[in-house]
C-alpha cells in the first residue's frame, strides 16, 4: 500500500473515532483497526513499536477508567460510593471519591476506546511505513517541515541507544544506579543527542540543504488570515444558526486561503524527486474513499443523523444501532481487504505473532 | 596546473574560545591535486578544512579574518546551496551524516535539494555507483551496510554535485584496514578520471604518504605546505617506515616498504629485540565461550587464557565479535554456554563486581563523563567503588591529567577528553584492563603514551586486552595477538610471530628488518 493511502487510513480512523461516541460503532471500528494490525507489514522503520503504542493504549484505557471512578461522576445508576472529602465548589468543582455511576463509567469507556483505536491505527501505521517513505510522499509546500521532522525521528532511537550506552558505562563505573544516579545518565545523553544532531545538521548544511528563501509576506498574511475565519466560520455554525450561511461562506474563505499559500510555497520550493513514486489509482481511490467516508462521518455528526452520538447521562440508554452507521464505523477496516488479498496471494504472513503483539 | 582554491593569511577564532583556532594561513590548492592534512589532533586541521565549504564561519560562527577563494567564490559569504556544488565535505563517522533511508536515496539527496531533473540524477548515479566500487549497493538500506561501505555511499553522494574540491575530515579513523583500503583505493580511482582536488584530513600516515602530492604539516592553528619527502622529514608521528630511514640516514628518505628495501639493499641491519618477561599467574580464564543475539552468533566456543604481564591485541574486521567478548567478560551480556573465571575463580555475576577486577573502557567513552570537573569525575568512580578518597590524586598524576584536576571534562580538547575518560573508568586501578579501540581517531602521541601506560601496566603485575585496527601500535604494547573471525578465534600468536615478517600482519620494520616488529628494535 502507498504511503499516501496509510496516511488518509490513519486520518480517517482519527476523524471516526472523535466523531462517534456511539459504543457499538467505536467497538466496530476497534475491532477494525485491530484486524488491520494483525494484517499489515512490519517493514517500516517506526520509531515506537506496534507494542509499546498498544500497551500504552490499554493504559490509557484503564487510565482513564480509573480517573472516572476516584473522581466520583454524576448519574443516576450509582453502582457503589468511595469516601471522599468534600472539596468546595470555589475549588473549580474538583471531586474526589464520591459515588461512582455507571453512566460515569460507561462516558470513560467510550472515551478510552476512541483513544485507543487512534493509537493502534498509529502503531500500525508506524510499523507499515517508513518515515522516509512519509516524506517522499509529502507535497511540495510541506517538504521542509516533513523533513526537520523525519530527521528528528532518525535521531530519536540513536538516542534512546545513547541512554542505554551510557546506562551500561555507569554500571562500568561501579554504580549500583537509584534515583540519585538520574542525572549522570540524562546529562551525557542529552549532551550526546545534541551533539549528534549538530554533526548532523553540519552535514546537512555541507550538502546544501540550506535555508529556503522565505516565502512572500503575502503568501504568510493570506495562510495566518485562514485561522480567525475558520473560528468565526465555526462560531457561527454551532452557537448562531441563523448565521449557518454566512459561516459557510467563511469556511470557504478560509480553504481559498489555504490553497493559495499552499500553491506559493509549493512554487517556492525547488527541489526534484529522483523517484517520484507514483500513487497508483487503487490508493488515490483508497484515499478519496477514506476522504469521503471522513467527511460523511463529521457530517452525521453534525446534523445528529445516524445515531453516531450517544450520551450515557441521558438514563443509560440502549445505544442506537443503524446498518448505515455500522458500515461507516466498518470502513476502517477497507485496508483489511487489501492486505487480506496480498498476503492470500503472496507468501504467508504471521498472524500467530501478529496476535499475540495485539493483546499485551 | 591552475590554482583551484587560495587562502590568504586566514585566522579564526571560534565563537567564545580564547585561542586562535587557525593563525595567518596562506595555501594554494592546484586543480586535480591530492593534499594530506597532518597533525595532531586540535591542530586546526578540521577547522583549515571548513574554510574551503564555509563551514567556518557560516556554520560554526564566530570571525574569519584574511582572504579566501575558492573556484573563483568567497566560501565565507557564498550560501551553502552553492557553495556544495563547488567543494563537497565527508566527515568522519558515517553515522551522523546520513539523511535519508537507503544508497540510492542518498545519493539523490544532494541533487534534489539543487533541483536537478531527475534524468540527471540517474545519468550521475550510474556513473558515481561503479566510479567507487558500490555498484551492489544501490538499494541496499544503510543501516545494513559496513563502515567502509557507508564512507564510500557518503563520497558519492558528496560527488553527486560535481564539486570541483572534495574535502575530507578523517574519513577512514572509524574503519577497519579493509574499509580504509576501500575508501583510500575509490579516491585514487577518483583521482585518475578528472581535475577533482582532494585534501584529505588523517593520523595514520602509512597509506597515505605514498599516494598524496603534497603534505601540508598542521600544527597550533599554523599550516605549512611540504613535499610528502619533506613531511616523511620534519612531522612529529610519521610511520615506522620513515622513522627508521630517518634513524638511519637515508636520503631521499623512503615513503613505503618498497622504498625502504630498496634503499636499504645491501645494508645489514641488527635487530635487538627485548623478550618479554614469561607471564605470570592466569588472570582469565575462558572457556567455549558462545554468545548469540536471536538468530545472530557473535561468539562460537571461545576459549582464551590472560595472565600476568600479557597484553593481548584483539584484532579483527568489524562484527567479527571483539566487543561482544569484552561484554561477555564484564556480564554486560549473558554467554548462551562457556565458564568465564577470574584468578582461578569463577567469575562472579555482577557487572559492577566483575569491572572491580577487569575494567573496560567502552568505544567513546567520554559519554560517560558528566560531573563539573576532572577531579569529581575520578571521585565519583572511586566512591562508587568504595576505595579511599585518597585515591585521587594518585590516579590524577598515574594518567598524567594532574593538570585539568579542575577543568570541566566538556571543555578539555578531544585528546585530553579521551586520558581524562579512560582514567575515570579506570581509577580504581584493577588488575586486568579491556580497551575496546582505544586508539581509535587518536593521534600518533597519544597512542605512543597509551602504549608506555599499557607496558608499565604489565609491568606491575597487570594485563590487559586491547582491541584495536591499529597493529602498528599494537607493535609497540601486545605480548600477543589474537584474531576473530566471525565470532571464532583464528590466531591466538605471541606478538612476535604474529607481527613478524613471516606472521599474519608483517609490521612495517619486520618487512625490512625481519626479527624485529618495532623501528625501536631496529639498530644499524
Same mark, same amino acid.
Given at each position: ?360 | ?51 574551503? &565549504? ?353 577543568? &570541566? ?50 609491568? &606491575? ?64
Amino acid at each position: 500500500m502507498h504511503a499516501a493511502a496509510w496516511v488518509a487510513w490513519v486520518g480517517m480512523v482519527m476523524a471516526l473515532a472523535l466523531a462517534i461516541t456511539n459504543p457499538l460503532y467505536l467497538g466496530i471500528i476497534l475491532l477494525g483497526v485491530v484486524l488491520v494490525a494483525v494484517l499489515a507489514p512490519r517493514t517500516g522503520t517506526g520509531v515506537t513499536s506496534f507494542r509499546a503504542l498498544a500497551i500504552f493504549g490499554v493504559a490509557m484505557f484503564g487510565i482513564s477508567m480509573v480517573v472516572a471512578t476516584i473522581n466520583g461522576n454524576y448519574g443516576e445508576h450509582i453502582l457503589f460510593t468511595i469516601p471522599g472529602p468534600e472539596v468546595p465548589s470555589w475549588l473549580g468543582g474538583l471531586r474526589l471519591g464520591g459515588p461512582v455511576s455507571a453512566e460515569g463509567l460507561a462516558a470513560a469507556a467510550i472515551r478510552g476506546m476512541a483513544i485507543l483505536s487512534i493509537l493502534l491505527a498509529f502503531g500500525v501505521f508506524n510499523g507499515a511505513v517508513s518515515p522516509q517513505r512519509v516524506l517522499r510522499s509529502t507535497p511540495a509546500a510541506l517538504f521542509q517541515a516533513s523533513l526537520v521532522v523525519t530527521v528528528g525521528l532518525t535521531l530519536l532511537p540513536s538516542s534512546i541507544e545513547d541512554l542505554r550506552r551510557v546506562r551500561e558505562m555507569r554500571a562500568l563505573r561501579g554504580a549500583g544506579g537509584g534515583l540519585r544516579d538520574l542525572p549522570s545518565l540524562v546529562v551525557p545523553a542529552v549532551i550526546g543527542g545534541l551533539e549528534r544532531s549538530m554533526r548532523l545538521a553540519e552535514a546537512m548544511e555541507a550538502r546544501g540543504y540550506g535555508a529556503a528563501p522565505a516565502l512572500p509576506a503575502r503568501a504568510r498574511l493570506t495562510a495566518a488570515a485562514s485561522a480567525p475565519l475558520f473560528i468565526v466560520s465555526a462560531w457561527c455554525w454551532f452557537y448562531e444558526p441563523g448565521w449557518r450561511p454566512f459561516a459557510a461562506v467563511a469556511a470557504l474563505a478560509a480553504v481559498a486561503c489555504l490553497a493559495y499559500w499552499w500553491r506559493a510555497a509549493a512554487r517556492l520550493h525547488h527541489a526534484t524527486r529522483l523517484n517520484d513514486e507514483p500513487v497508483p489509482a487503487v490508493d488515490r481511490a483508497a484515499v478519496a474513499f477514506a476522504v469521503g467516508v471522513a467527511a460523511l462521518a463529521v457530517g452525521a455528526r453534525l446534523t445528529g443523523l445516524g445515531g453516531l452520538t450517544y450520551n450515557p447521562f441521558a438514563g443509560l440508554p440502549m445505544p442506537a444501532f443503524s446498518v448505515g452507521g455500522a458500515l461507516i464505523a466498518l470502513a476502517t477496516a477497507w485496508p483489511a481487504v487489501r492486505l487480506g488479498l496480498r498476503a492470500h496471494a503472496a507468501t504467508r504472513a504471521e498472524p500467530e505473532t501478529a496476535l499475540i503483539e495485539v493483546a499485551p | 596546473m591552475t590554482a583551484l582554491a587560495r587562502l590568504a593569511g586566514v585566522s579564526y577564532r571560534y565563537p567564545g574560545a580564547e585561542a586562535l583556532a587557525l593563525d595567518g594561513v596562506s595555501l594554494e590548492v592546484a586543480t586535480g591535486s591530492y593534499t594530506l592534512l597532518a597533525g595532531p589532533s586540535a591542530g586546526g586541521k578540521s577547522t583549515l578544512l571548513r574554510v574551503f &565549504n564555509g563551514l567556518v564561519p557560516q556554520f560554526h560562527g564566530g570571525r574569519l579574518a584574511g582572504h579566501a577563494v575558492v573556484a573563483g567564490l568567497d566560501p565565507a559569504r557564498t550560501p551553502s546551496r552553492r557553495m556544495a556544488s563547488v567543494a563537497g565535505m565527508v566527515f568522519q563517522e558515517p553515522e551522523s551524516q546520513a539523511v535519508t533511508e537507503t544508497v540510492e536515496e542518498e545519493i539523490a539527496f544532494g541533487m534534489e535539494q539543487q533541483g536537478i531533473a531527475a534524468g540527471e540524477m540517474r545519468r550521475r548515479i550510474e556513473a558515481l555507483l561503479p566510479a567507487l566500487g558500490i555498484d551492489h549497493l544501490r538499494y541496499r538500506r544503510l543501516l545494513t551496510l559496513s563502515g567502509g561501505e557507508r564512507q564510500r555511499v557518503a563520497i558519492a553522494s558528496v560527488l553527486a554535485l560535481e564539486p570541483r574540491l572534495l574535502l575530507l575530515d578523517e574519513p577512514t579513523s572509524q574503519l577497519d584496514p579493509a574499509g580504509t583500503e576501500a575508501v583510500l583505493g575509490a579516491l585514487d580511482a577518483l583521482r585518475s578520471g578528472g581535475d577533482l582536488a582532494i585534501l584529505l584530513a588523517e593520523h595514520r600516515l602509512e597509506r597515505l604518504l605514498g599516494r598524496v602530492d603534497r603534505v601540508v604539516g598542521v600544527d597550533g592553528g599554523v599550516a605549512r605546505a611540504m613535499s610528502p619527502r619533506e613531511a616523511a622529514a620534519t612531522l612529529a608521528a610519521v610511520p615506522p617506515v620513515c622513522e627508521l630511514g630517518r634513524r638511519l640516514g637515508l636520503d631521499p628518505l623512503p615513503l613505503t616498504v618498497d622504498e625502504a628495501r630498496s634503499a636499504l639493499a645491501g645494508r645489514r641491519l641488527t635487530v635487538r629485540a627485548t623478550e618479554p618477561r614469561a607471564p605470570g599467574d592466569e588472570l582469565i580464564r575462558v572457556d567455549g565461550l558462545t554468545v548469540a543475539y536471536g538468530e545472530h552468533v557473535a561468539l562460537r566456543d571461545v576459549s582464551l587464557s590472560l595472565r600476568e604481564g600479557e597484553v593481548i591485541a584483539l584484532a579483527g574486521p568489524n562484527g567479527s565479535g571483539k566487543t561482544t567478548l569484552f561484554r561477555a567478560l564484564t556480564g554486560l551480556t549473558r554467554p548462551a554456554s562457556g565458564e568465564v573465571r577470574f584468578a582461578g575463580t569463577p567469575a562472579p555475576g555482577a557487572v559492577r563486581e566483575r569491572t572491580a577486577f577487569a575494567g573496560l573502557v567502552p568505544q567513546d567513552p567520554a559519554l560517560a563523563l558528566y560531573q563539573e570537573s576532572v577531579r569529581d569525575e575520578l571521585r565519583d568512580t572511586l566512591r562508587h567503588r568504595g576505595t579511599p578518597r585518597a585515591g585521587v590524586e594518585p590516579a590524577l598524576a598515574r594518567w598524567g591529567i594532574d593538570h585539568l584536576a579542575g577543568r &570541566n571534562p566538556r571543555d578539555v580538547s578531544v585528546g585530553q577528553q579521551q586520558r581524562v575518560a579512560l582514567a575515570a573508568m579506570l581509577a580504581h586501578d584493577p588488575r586486568v584492563w579491556l580497551l575496546d579501540e582505544p586508539t581509535r581517531g587518536a593521534d600518533g602521541a597519544a597512542k605512543v603514551w597509551l602504549a608506555g601506560r599499557l607496558r608499565e601496566h604489565a609491568a &606491575n603485575g597487570g594485563a590487559a586486552i586491547v582491541a584495536t585496527h591499529d597493529m602498528e601500535s599494537a607493535a609497540r604494547y601486545a605480548t600477543r595477538v589474537v584474531v576473530l573471525d566471525r565470532g571464532a578465534v583464528r590466531f591466538d600468536l605471541p606478538a612476535r610471530a604474529a607481527l613478524g615478517h613471516d606472521g599474519p600482519f608483517p609490521a612495517q620494520a619486520a618487512q625490512l628488518a625481519p626479527d624485529a616488529i618495532t623501528v625501536d628494535e631496529v639498530v644499524e
